[in-house]
């Protein structure tokens, strides 16, 4: 019998895809705009929108008590929390992909 951790291997895949995807994708954005984009790109995700697949962010986030700890009180809903988790997580990754694009820039200067 496949163990736990073998079957949700397919789903981490895809949900840490996604989330390297969206911060890629963020980047591009002006800062100035950047978390306008962010709050309606995620708002509108479908993971966030239903309910199943926001119930299966909680599982893959390592962030599923981020909405907690910004608002200081439990989410009301599962999509809530799914949505905060999202965006704490590719708040997370924005940063390293900075640098990347950075260094890339500084690559094709030389």
């Not at 397919?10 to 980047?27: D, H, Q």
Request: proline share 5%.
């Amino acid at each position: 019998m496949a163990d736990l951790n073998e079957i949700l291997r397919p789903w981490f895949t895809e949900y840490n895809e996604e989330i390297r995807s969206l911060a890629k994708e963020a980047i591009k954005i002006p800062e100035d705009e950047r978390d306008d984009w962010l709050h309606e790109t995620i708002d509108g995700h479908e993971w966030v929108i239903y309910t199943f697949k926001a119930r299966c962010v909680l599982v893959a986030t390592d962030n599923p008590d981020a909405y907690e700890e910004e608002m200081g009180e439990p989410a009301k809903t599962v999509e809530a929390q799914a949505y905060m988790a999202i965006m704490h997580d590719v708040r997370a990754m924005i940063p390293a992909y900075e640098t990347e694009a950075s260094q890339s820039d500084f690559a094709s200067e030389a």
